[in-house]
């Protein structure tokens, strides 16, 4: 909790989600799963780290998202396994499209987004690697309105694990 919470301010204060954080976390969690809960434990652990790399791939590949997004999230599956990391996913992007729909609003660039969601949808009809999705978002980054047309996605990580914690309490609570 304490590392998505200092990766989402690094993401919101400069887009950057540190390797010095999600590495000790990825590895951590599969350690302790690994020694607490044997090779089930240690299986588990693996297959929610490899989720949240997975489901976020195809993403960093289209030029939507960051890399560190990306290790972030399958560092969080390393701790919370398969299923909770697919619900942490589902948070985070109901999270991540409600503050898209916020910056539409606030931003009003209906018409650049129009053409971005072209863009995009040709990058994955022709597999975004060969269109240089790492120098795309290094240049919307260095923009002096990237407030306006980035989100961070460590921050809507942040977002969906205290909504996944407070609907798992509710739930266990009887």
């Not at 961070?152 to 609570?173: E, Q, S, Y």
């Amino acid at each position: 909790m304490v590392a998505a919470l200092i990766t989402a301010v690094t993401d919101v204060w400069r887009f950057k989600v540190y390797n010095i954080l999600t590495v000790p976390l990825l590895v951590s969690g599969l350690v302790y799963h690994g020694v607490v809960g044997g090779m089930h434990g240690l299986g588990g652990s693996l297959l929610g780290a490899f989720f949240g790399f997975a489901v976020l791939l195809a993403f960093y590949v289209m030029g939507g998202m960051g890399a560190g997004d990306v290790k972030l999230m399958s560092a969080i599956g390393a701790w919370l396994g398969l299923p909770l990391t697919f619900h942490l996913f589902i948070a985070s992007s109901l999270a991540a499209g409600v503050y898209s729909v916020l910056l539409l609003v606030v931003g009003r660039s209906l018409h650049e987004t129009y053409v971005n969601f072209q863009i995009l949808w040709l990058r994955l009809v022709v597999l975004g690697r060969h269109l240089g999705a790492g120098q795309r978002i290094e240049a919307e980054v260095n923009r002096p309105d990237r407030r306006y047309r980035l989100v961070p996605f460590a921050a809507m990580v942040m977002i969906g694990t205290l909504a996944l914690f407070a609907l798992n309490k509710l739930v266990l609570v009887p």
